[in-house]
């Protein structure tokens, strides 16, 4: 189970951090990442971490001003988000995926979050 938190409502260049508690599993050696989905587009993958969080991945829309990380003794990730833009207002999912970090990121999410909303006036 993932269970997001963090969200709310900011100003154009303001800051969140999103939370993901995982539980029922050791995600340690799971991919996780963040996709965000906002009325009338497409979902989109925003962040991947290996598992044991060696490797990162950002979308170009996102590089620069997020950053994912994660606590594999708490089983908790995280995505800070700087520098905040209106078009970032989404609502924000926790996955993850028991996969190689040759398929993070690539395979598809076995496990979701119920979404945290970020608003960004």
């Known amino acids: 189970q993932l269970v997001e938190s963090g969200g709310g409502s900011v100003q154009a260049g303001g800051s969140l951090r999103l939370s993901c508690a995982a539980s029922a599993y050791t995600y340690s050696s799971y991919c996780m990442g963040w996709f965000r989905q906002a009325p009338g587009k497409g979902r989109e993958v925003v962040a991947t971490?290996?598992?044991?969080?060696?490797?990162?991945g950002y979308a170009d829309s996102v590089r620069g001003r997020f950053t994912i990380s994660r606590d594999n003794a708490k089983n908790t990730l995280f995505l800070q988000m700087n520098s905040l833009k209106p078009e970032d207002t989404a609502i924000y999912y926790c996955?993850?995926?028991?996969?190689?970090?040759?398929?993070?990121?690539?395979?598809?999410?076995?496990?979701r979050g119920q979404g945290t909303q970020v608003t960004v006036s």
């Open positions: 996955v993850a995926a028991h996969v190689t970090w040759a398929q993070c990121g690539k395979a598809p999410w076995e496990h």
């Open positions: 971490i290996y598992p044991g969080g060696g490797g990162k």
